[in-house]
């Protein structure tokens, strides 16, 4: 249908009352430089010159009258008493919209609605008399532009912008909702109620006008059932949101309808995405080039790595990488600038000899003892070993250190407590060796007033340090107190494998600093150097130097049994000097070894070799091989046992665990720097550790 002139201004209804009323054009007699009485552009004389121009003045006065209409509700069309053609189609359209008039929907809303929408004329007031025709043609508003009412989209049509999507069918929506509602209110595992989903706060308002959407989409009550876009429209005022909103929302629903799994997440920290994030063969050579520097590399090696003209060409980079980035790029590399990560012992369990002492030496002899020892692996009882059999008690001994400084670090603090001074460092240290085990607890008389407990002040300036001699003279006490209360019983004393219990005798066999040639002269002759001790034990210091003397290295054994001397006897031309390895290896019978090389470069020999060098023959050599510690020879001199744990399997020694037990009471005492009160608390912790406690500590192996 053409569209009809505009014959006057008056068929614009309320606009020619509107505030900002059309400004007739100037004549030509009058100034150009007169200002109008206000500033709105006027419109064309006709609708054919400057159409665009009246359309926006339209646009803003139907704005205006929007408003009017949602408060005031619809609006009648003034028509003739005998209505034309045209009029019929403006009446027809406006009872269309009845339904739609109580919802508080703006015109420009409607464009996105299923529903077309009028321009109709508004009501005149006053006594104007109504206009003998209605002048302006009937347009459809849809999408912003007026289009003719024959062109008008059907009200059950969903229209978006360049492709048509059907509204979803409402039992589509039935189950989408439901399983938003699960979303947003999971339920508990057991039990009535629901559990926090822990949602972001946009994530969760997202979800939340998506269900809002779909229950108005689908409830019959709802005005907007079973319309979509109105839907859509009316969910997003109510919530306060725009047109753009309603827009998402109905994507938002479309996409969780057909996947479950598509949901509107929160963007935030995906804005943009890193070339590290997209390529990841570019991050694996970064990874590799970090890997080659070592434990020590640094964000500044990857700022140089793409630097390098093949990685600029690769990248497209067109200037250097900052700093920062490198940084960035290092945490998403997994790297994190921190202390180093510290073990609690070097893990060594499975090293050749560890394996070989742990399986051919310790549990054979743990073996051979276990079967008669009590068993305090059943709670609440024990378990003796056969009568006819006389019973083991183990003894485990260990050292452990207190110091003053030593105390809880956290606790229930106010908020209206203030720091507090700490003093610098540990404090004052107290070091306490014992021996402890499952049958009677630490190592004491019945009467407790003897023990085998040693306290010592660890320190250059205090008691020096714990040497050999102090373990053999605690050995010493602790064989006293069982010989003396104990005699009924067999004793087995079980120490860890430190250098410190394994010293040998002074003149011990040892194959390490031999030379292979024998000695030339008395002055020149290679004897053992030892230090001199004072009557405790301690090193002897003479203006800032240890005190030493040498001795003579003890004999060994031939093959056949018969004592071998290392030095040449009296009547022998070289008497008193060294042998020297080669002549000590043809004693022995091993002629071919005497001839090779003195040692190995830093005597690291193949794996396995025996016969390599004249060191390492004498070396593997079974009297130089089976040299006892000079605390096993005393012990088994006075009758009692002595079993050393493999070498890093601290964890078998159950005083471990008590030496804990004693540490978490004694830091609950008031802390103090004297060192009186550091011994006086650590003694009572150790007293409070109970026996049934320590029963449960003790290690069974299988």
Not at 92 to 111: F, V
Not at 460 to 475: P, V
Not at 602 to 628: E, M, S
Request: with cysteine; proline share 8%; charged share 25%.
């Amino acid at each position: 249908m053409p569209k009809r002139k505009l014959k006057g201004l008056a068929n614009l209804g309320l606009w020619s009352n509107h505030a900002y009323k059309l400004i007739p054009k100037k004549k030509q007699n009058e100034k150009e430089n007169i200002p109008p009485p206000n500033p709105t552009p006027s419109p064309p004389e006709t609708p054919k010159r400057k159409r665009p121009r009246l359309t926006r003045l339209i646009s803003s006065s139907l704005t205006s009258f929007r408003a009017r209409w949602t408060r005031s509700g619809p609006l009648s069309v003034p028509v003739d008493d005998v209505p034309s053609q045209s009029d019929s189609n403006v009446i027809a359209a406006s009872a269309s919209l009845q339904s739609l008039a109580t919802t508080p929907i703006s015109i420009r809303d409607t464009a996105c609605s299923q529903g077309p929408t009028i321009i109709e004329a508004p009501a005149r007031t006053g006594s104007q008399p109504p206009s003998p025709r209605v002048e302006m043609d009937v347009e459809v508003e849809h999408g912003g532009c007026a289009v003719p009412e024959a062109t008008r989209i059907e009200s059950n049509n969903t229209a978006e912008i360049g492709t048509f999507l059907p509204a979803p069918g409402l039992l589509d929506a039935k189950s989408a909702l439901e399983d938003l509602k699960r979303i947003l209110r999971p339920p508990r595992k057991s039990g009535p109620g629901y559990e926090d989903p822990k949602l972001d706060p946009m994530f969760r308002e997202r979800l939340e006008g998506m269900k809002q959407l779909l229950w108005t989409y689908i409830d019959p009550e709802s005005l907007t059932y079973n319309q979509w876009q109105a839907a859509s429209l009316r969910t997003s005022r109510s919530l306060g949101w725009s047109v753009y909103r309603a827009r998402k929302l109905r994507e938002w629903s479309r996409a969780f309808i057909l996947d479950r799994e598509d949901l509107p997440y929160n963007p935030y920290g995906r804005w943009n995405l890193s070339v590290l994030d997209t390529d990841e063969t570019l991050a694996q050579e970064i990874h590799l080039h970090l890997q080659s520097i070592g434990p020590y590399c640094k964000a500044m090696d990857i700022v140089d790595f793409l630097d390098t003209p093949e990685m600029r060409a690769r990248t497209k980079f067109e200037k250097r990488m900052g700093l920062s980035t490198a940084q960035e790029w290092m945490k998403k590399l997994d790297y994190r600038w921190t202390l180093t990560p510290k073990g609690q012992y070097v893990d060594g369990h499975e090293r050749p000899d560890v394996v070989d002492y742990r399986q051919n030496v310790f549990l054979p002899a743990w073996s051979k003892i276990k079967h008669r020892t009590r068993d305090f692996s059943t709670q609440g009882s024990r378990t003796d070993p056969p009568r006819h059999l006389r019973h083991v008690v183990v003894w485990w001994h260990d050292e452990s250190q207190f110091y003053a400084n030593d105390r809880r670090k956290q606790r229930w603090i106010h908020k209206s407590e203030k720091p507090v001074p700490q003093p610098k460092g540990q404090g004052a240290s107290q070091m306490v060796a014992d021996l402890v085990s499952a049958d009677y607890g630490f190592l004491r008389s019945p009467d407790g007033k003897q023990q085998a407990r040693r306290l010592f002040k660890a320190g250059k300036n205090r008691d020096g340090y714990f040497t050999n001699i102090d373990i053999l003279e605690q050995a010493h006490t602790a064989m006293d107190i069982l010989e003396q209360h104990y005699p009924d019983e067999d004793h087995i004393l079980v120490f860890d494998n430190a250098t410190t219990h394994q010293k040998r005798a002074d003149g011990a066999l040892s194959a390490r600093r031999m030379p292979k040639k024998s000695s030339t002269s008395l002055e020149s002759n290679w004897l053992v150097t030892v230090k001199v001790l004072d009557e405790k034990g301690r090193e002897i210091v003479d203006n800032g130097t240890v005190v030493t003397r040498r001795i003579r290295m003890e004999d060994g054994w031939l093959p056949d049994g018969r004592r071998q001397s290392l030095y040449f006897e009296p009547g022998h031309p070289q008497a008193g000097l060294f042998k020297g390895m080669a002549v000590i290896l043809q004693e022995r019978g091993l002629v071919e070894e005497s001839q090779l090389r003195s040692e190995c470069k830093g005597f690291k020999c193949p794996k396995g070799a025996t016969r390599c060098c004249c060191r390492r023959a004498l070396y593997t050599q079974p009297d130089f091989v089976n040299v006892k510690p000079l605390l096993e020879i005393q012990c088994e001199a006075r009758g009692f046992a002595v079993l050393f744990l493999p070498k890093f399997h601290c964890e078998l020694n159950f005083i471990e665990q008590v030496w804990g037990y004693a540490k978490r009471i004694y830091r609950h005492y008031p802390a103090s720097s004297r060192e009186a009160d550091l011994e006086k608390n650590l003694l009572a912790a150790l007293e409070s550790v109970p026996l049934e406690t320590m029963r449960k500590y003790v290690f069974t192996l299988c």
